[in-house]
């Protein structure tokens, strides 16, 4: 027997009244993740930017890691959705074409407030299990997708080049939120373009080829007890985000007690700031090794390029990821990215010399700088694939997305 309509029409408001309540909250929550990490999110934070209490809250979520999983599976679920799209175009160029064009109309929708931006996942391995594993999963199939945006691979070889390809797109999808608040909502679609003209064609002038210098960064020093912490913790945090990489995990990591830990410094936050030092430092000694070294401007960014991607890949110590600003307090968060910006308008300038010289082709710069920063910044999450093969030629594979563009095979018979 059906329902009277006035019961039925009751039903059908709340249930809709519970959605939009839901919807706020996950919105409201994706904010907080965004600015202060998943674990440091709060009940009473996410409570407040709605207008409710914390109790209402705990109606729709009766734990801070419900919470922080429906979050995150939300942004799974929008990831899916836009490589569904973009997957109904018939090349992988134009896959990827439409893949950034949805990426650029999702970020000007929310520049302009019609819609609020989904929680970064920088926090997915530092949750509790069961929640853990299935969002993982939900990421795996993220992934899988991104990598079939590229087609069918003919090898082995060309599954981990589309792999690498794969890793780079999402990367700069998700770094674009960092550097694109520079420019006016009308120059986006400009900004599309040249993202779209590097992706497309990469950065190497006519009739360059990959065939990098490495550049000896260590010049015979040994690594002492501080580096060796810095090192730990980078890892650390780059694994399970700022707030997940406990210091009590840090010390376990190095055998040695909390006090140790104080030892070396005052406080997490001086932790993050002196790991995020170290990584700025080693980039910035990279860029001034290839500028001494000489040679032509492409071949002093790709000797840079190899030898940070081989330390990201190596046992030696990996970069800190950005994924670790959002655990830091705003004003020190903003000095990092200061400090980042700095080094991409480094890699400008040698881009833009590059092109007057006629190695590098004529792109944007200080847009290929963001890509480039990219790149380099999360090749650490790709350490298990590149452990798949030999060194150089991960370096190769990986770097080549961007050297020569994400739909170029050259590498694959070199």
């Avoid at 706020?24 to 994706?30: C, E, F, H, K």
């Avoid at 006090?259 to 990584?279: N, P, Q, T």
């Avoid at 594979?397 to 170029?408: H, I, K, V």
Wanted: net charge neutral; glycine share 6%; proline share 3%.
């Amino acid at each position: 027997m059906n329902a009277p309509q006035s019961v039925r029409q009751g039903t059908e408001t709340g249930t809709k009244r519970f959605q939009a309540k839901r919807d706020a909250i996950l919105a409201a929550a994706a904010e907080a993740i965004n600015e202060q990490s998943a674990k440091g999110m709060t009940f009473a934070d996410v409570a407040r930017r709605v207008g409710l209490n914390t109790t209402s809250v705990t109606y729709y979520f009766k734990r801070k890691e419900d919470l922080a999983a429906a979050c995150f599976d939300q942004t799974l679920t929008t990831l899916l959705a836009m490589l569904d799209e973009a997957l109904q175009q018939p090349t992988p160029e134009r896959r990827v074409e439409r893949f950034l064009a949805i990426n650029m109309a999702r970020l000007t929708r929310i520049r302009t407030g019609e819609e609020t931006d989904f929680a970064i996942l920088s926090d997915l391995r530092a949750m509790e299990e069961p929640l853990k594993a299935h969002l993982l999963a939900g990421w795996r199939e993220v992934f899988r997708k991104t990598r079939s945006l590229f087609g069918t691979p003919q090898s082995r070889a060309h599954t981990d080049l589309n792999g690498a390809r794969a890793h780079v797109l999402l990367e700069n999808s998700f770094w674009l939120n960092v550097w694109l608040d520079r420019y006016g909502i009308d120059q986006y679609p400009r900004v599309e373009a040249r993202v779209m003209d590097v992706f497309r064609h990469g950065i190497g002038g006519p009739g360059e080829h990959w065939a990098p210098t490495a550049l000896d960064l260590t010049h015979g020093q040994s690594t002492s007890s501080r580096e060796s912490f810095l090192l730990a913790a980078t890892r650390l945090i780059n694994e399970l985000g700022y707030r997940g990489a406990s210091v009590q995990r840090i010390a376990s990591e190095l055998n040695v007690t909390k006090g140790s830990f104080y030892h070396h410094l005052d406080a997490k936050d001086d932790l993050v700031i002196e790991c995020y030092k170290r990584s700025f430092g080693t980039i910035t000694d990279a860029q001034r090794e290839a500028d001494d070294q000489g040679g032509s401007h492409w071949q002093r960014l790709t000797a840079t390029l190899a030898t940070l991607l081989d330390i990201q890949f190596s046992e030696r110590g990996p970069l800190l990821r950005t994924t670790a600003l959002s655990g830091l307090p705003i004003e020190v968060r903003q000095t990092m990215i200061d400090h980042s910006n700095r080094i991409a308008r480094r890699f400008a300038g040698t881009m833009s010399d590059g092109i007057a010289e006629g190695s590098i082709r004529a792109i944007d710069p200080l847009v290929a700088s963001q890509i480039l920063m990219a790149l380099q910044n999360a090749a650490f999450d790709m350490r298990k694939w590149a452990g798949t093969m030999p060194r150089d030629r991960a370096v190769a594979f990986y770097a080549s997305t961007l050297a020569f563009g994400l739909f170029d095979d050259r590498v694959l018979a070199e």
